[in-house]
Nanobody, 120 residues
Framework: QVQLVESGGGLVQPGGSLRLSCAAS????????LNWYRQAPGKERELVAS????????NYADSVKGRFTISRDNAKNMVYLQMNSLNADDTAVYYC?????????????WGQGTQVTVSS
């Protein structure tokens, strides 16, 4: 059974930092691309960052480039999102995601989300 469990959210002041963690289980972690999404109130869910499997190639939304860093530890089945220079626009629920295809079948898994609130 695939599980993604996020942690590390909370309340932070503008300009502050947070580190989100996602613990994964139930699938071959090291070969899968892992993603962080976020959804702010009244907005659609958006892709924030992704990291490929063994190669560790990363991609970021323009809005977080230079401020957020995604990383993974394949030995621990963990993926992280280091968030620096946070501002109010970063307030959202952050979700860990994994999706992959096997032949023509798409498999997609989500964590329960962790709230990040940036406010003074």
């Amino acid at each position: 059974q695939v599980q993604l469990v996020e942690s590390g959210g909370g309340l932070v002041q503008p300009g502050g930092s947070l580190r989100l963690s996602c613990a994964a289980s139930g699938f071959t972690f090291s070969f899968k691309t892992l993603n962080w999404y976020r959804q702010a109130p009244g907005k659609e869910r958006e892709l924030v960052a992704s990291i490929t499997g063994a190669g560790g190639i990363t991609n970021y939304a323009d809005s977080v480039k230079g401020r957020f860093t995604i990383s993974r530890d394949n030995a621990k089945n963990m993926v992280y999102l280091q968030m620096n220079s946070l501002n109010a626009d970063d307030t959202a629920v952050y979700y860990c995601n994994c999706n992959y295809k096997v032949s023509v079948d798409l498999y997609e898994y989500w964590g329960q989300g962790t709230q990040v609130t940036v406010s003074s």
